[in-house]
């Protein structure tokens, strides 16, 4: 067995604490992986206050998660002791279903759908087909810990010129942006907008600039429109310049909204161009309604887009470590998450946090 330090929160009105646990020595065919770094999600601080109505208490989150691999199964053959890997959103699924066979686990529809890094599978417990929430487990633990264990197969490779830190973001934040980006084919030249500007939207902004569109960045907040022009956006306008707004209609090939919660896509709809498609990926909730009207007078599409799969995570890994995109982060230590939560919530971020796991295994010495 072994003996893991992380922090978790007991109940949706509690604050994240030190939490010890057991965990079992690697099998045949998972890899045991020594936490370095882990990036703090928005969806960490939605499933920690039960603002989806599926957490498992203690939630322990963490799905950014770049360590070192500490040990290994007898049948692992992806990795080896010492390799710098990450884990992202997912670290099973049921292997079977249609969406898992085409390789695109994160639409897994298998009776548990998939098994999420933290808080078990994506189907709460009384919903199980088996009456249990779990392929094997009835909850699962997340990175923010000194260690997790993973099947090989869901374990990335952390590109050797791509820093840890930078990297963790990507296992996210990354991949939940460039998998729309790529489905809905964004090429060189196209005209790009990406609304909202946190972690999502940085990262967001970055891609789709080396991907080789011009990127225009639609923020509520005057300072970071400098912040995303510096990221690289061709220019940032305040979603309520309603002058600038109207001076772009019908300008966009592809937009995509990274708003964490309910808002009004409605001003932006007009910009695309016919037959394009404004994508939600930020927010999982009912949005304000739209208007069908410019929508079906250019034929244009509303969509969403969950994570991506365990392949194009990889994509995106080695597309940013070849084109040098990193996001802008800032490293914090395991006991200031309290306080990174409240920043995070009031919008008050400026770069993505990431966990320095560190810090927890040396207070816990
Ligand atoms: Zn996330
Ligand atoms: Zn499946």
Excluded at 19 to 33: G, K, M
Excluded at 38 to 56: A, F, L, P, R, Y
Excluded at 162 to 189: M, N, R
Excluded at 213 to 235: M, N
Aim: hydrophobic letters at 40%.
């Amino acid at each position: 067995m072994l003996n893991v330090i992380g922090y978790s929160a007991a109940g949706p009105h509690d604050k994240l604490k030190p939490h010890r646990f057991t965990c079992e020595d690697p099998r045949a065919i998972d890899v045991q992986i020594e936490v370095m770094y882990c990036g703090v999600c928005h969806s960490d601080i939605h499933q920690v206050k039960n603002e989806w109505s599926n957490t498992v208490y203690p939630c322990m989150p963490g799905h950014e998660v770049v360590g070192r691999v500490a040990a290994i199964g007898s049948g692992v053959t992806r990795h080896k002791v010492g390799d710098i890997v990450g884990v992202g959103c997912m670290i099973d699924s049921c292997r079977a279903c249609e969406a898992c066979l085409a390789g695109e686990q994160n639409y897994c529809i298998g009776p548990n759908s998939w098994l999420a890094t933290y808080n078990g599978p994506m189907v709460p417990a009384a919903k199980a087909p088996n009456g249990r929430n779990s392929y094997e487990r009835d909850n699962t633990f997340g990175g923010y810990a000194t260690a997790i264990v993973v099947k090989e197969d869901f374990v990335l490779k952390i590109p050797h010129n791509l820093a840890p830190e930078k990297a963790a973001p990507i296992l996210c934040a990354g991949v939940t942006t460039y998998s729309p980006f790529k489905h809905w084919g964004v090429k060189p030249g196209d005209h790009v907008g990406i609304i909202g500007y946190g972690g999502l939207g940085n990262m967001a902004a970055k891609i789709a600039k080396a991907l080789g569109a011009t990127v225009t960045v639609f923020t509520t907040s005057a300072d970071k429109r400098s912040l995303a022009e510096a990221a690289g956006a061709e220019r940032a306008i305040l979603e309520n310049d309603e002058k600038t707004l109207a001076s772009l209609a019908g300008t966009f090939d592809f937009i995509l909204s990274t708003v964490p919660t309910k808002h009004d896509v409605n001003p932006f709809v007009a910009l695309l161009k016919r037959d394009r498609t404004l994508v939600i990926v930020g927010a999982l909730e009912v949005m304000e309604p739209t208007n069908n009207m410019p929508v079906a007078f250019k034929r244009r599409s509303i969509a969403g887009s969950l994570i991506g799969s365990i392949a194009e995570t990889q994509e995106v890994l080695d597309f940013c470590a070849e084109h040098d995109v990193t996001p802008d982060i800032e490293i914090i230590p395991i006991d200031r998450i309290n306080e990174a939560y409240e920043r995070v919530e009031q919008g008050d971020v400026r770069f993505r946090y990431v966990i320095d796991m560190g810090s927890l295994r040396t207070a816990s010495e």
